[in-house]
């Protein structure tokens, strides 16, 4: 009995220790790891050599279109209502529409944003939408070229792809106790998705990602003295820094050491290059939500509104999707140049933004040090 019960055992052991190492969730070599600090620090990016192809294939750039003759007529002579784009020519203006089409609404169609009757009209949401998109992709591509998008720039399909609401969007998170009688829980222990379904504090995106003016030390919580001193952070400041760091990290596919030393996280001058180009990334995405997203909330129908009334808006997710580099990289601003700068200022419905003037820059500050 004793033998038989222990052959059984090692055979059970066996078949979970083979189940263990085949299942899912387990990254197996070969590796793929990348160094992104000084040798001896263990600052590395620690992916398998799968993990690496998947994340490549999920992010691939789709072919942009062929592009098209710039002479003839331009689209504002030939077309009734061009507000944006009337310095192409009316082929270059199709290029774009195409374009988009394949970008945004390709199961849709060109009716997803036009009314069939009348190309020209503007009744529906999702063109009125599209026009100020058609702005905001200008502004990311000139006031965040230098700081943030670089050569490799954004178009559409960075954040849609293929979808009329992309997939990484976020939106506020209501009190949960509005009226009820339930303790206040500090805002915590609530399964938002905006914190990886955690129990930490879940309503800092709504501060951290969308309020120009979130105070830099938000999220500043290392010690500047030895002993606690009236300046001092409660230790609730802390897991909100961790709960964006987690999201952040993961909105990049990357672990900490992509941006910091973790010897001292707090200091700049130990961390990676990464940490600036990401303390970028938040102030664009402040800006975007500040200044596009938000003031587009009554363009919307109210089936697209969040919880609260809000418009969903971007994080880093929306663009990287898992990935370091938006679409590995790709240069998909190059074909599209007519994304690439403001182009002309229209007035817009009362109680939406005001428009970035044609050919200016927004001046960024500098990440303080
Ligand atoms: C994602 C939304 C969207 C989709 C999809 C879309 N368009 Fe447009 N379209 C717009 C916007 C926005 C404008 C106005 C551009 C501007 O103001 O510069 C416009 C304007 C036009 C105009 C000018 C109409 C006029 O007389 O003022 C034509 C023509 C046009 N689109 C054709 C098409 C075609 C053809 C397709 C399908 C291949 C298409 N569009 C798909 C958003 C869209
Ligand atoms: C930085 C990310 C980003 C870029 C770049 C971007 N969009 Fe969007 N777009 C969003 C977000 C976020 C929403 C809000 C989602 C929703 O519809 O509720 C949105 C919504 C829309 C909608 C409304 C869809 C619907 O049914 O509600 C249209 C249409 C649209 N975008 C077109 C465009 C076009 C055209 C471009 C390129 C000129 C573009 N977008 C570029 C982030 C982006
Ligand atoms: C993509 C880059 C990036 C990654 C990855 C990242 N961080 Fe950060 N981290 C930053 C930036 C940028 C700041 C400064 C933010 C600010 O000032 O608004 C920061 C600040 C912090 C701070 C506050 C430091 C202080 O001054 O008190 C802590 C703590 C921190 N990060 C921890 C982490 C942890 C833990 C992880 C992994 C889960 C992580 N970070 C991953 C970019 C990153
Ligand atoms: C509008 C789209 C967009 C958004 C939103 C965005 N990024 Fe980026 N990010 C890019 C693009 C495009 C690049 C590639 C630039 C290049 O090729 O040099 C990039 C590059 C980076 C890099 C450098 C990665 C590397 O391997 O060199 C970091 C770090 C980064 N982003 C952090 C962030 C963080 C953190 C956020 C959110 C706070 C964010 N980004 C939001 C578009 C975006």
Known sequence: MKIVLSVAGAALALFLTIAMFGGAGWTHPPMANKQTGFRGTGMDLIRTRAGNEELAAANRAPAPADPADASGDKASAVYENVQVLGDLSAEQFNRVMVSITEWVAPQQGCTYCHSTENMASDELYQKRVARRMFQMTQHINSSWKENHVHEAGVTCYTCHRGNPVPANVWFDTPPPSAGKFIPRNNGQNLASANVGLTSLPYGIFDDYYS??????SYVR???????????????????????????MSQALGV????CHNTRSVAQWDTSTPNRVHAWYGVQMVRDLNQDYMRPLTTTFPEARLGPTGDVAKISCATCHNGANKP????????????????????????????????GTTTPTPKPPM
């Open 211 to 216: 309020r120009k003016d979130t105070p830099q």
């Open 327 to 358: 679409l590995n990289g790709a240069k998909v601003i190059e074909p599209y140049p007519e994304l690439a700068h403001p182009t002309t200022q229209v007035s817009l419905p009362v109680g939406e933004a005001k428009d970035p003037i044609p």
């Open 221 to 247: 919580v290392n010690a500047t003295t030895a002993l606690p001193e009236a300046k001092s952070k409660p230790i609730q400041d802390a897991e909100r820094t961790f709960a964006i760091m987690i999201t």
């Open 255 to 258: 672990n900490c050491t992509f």
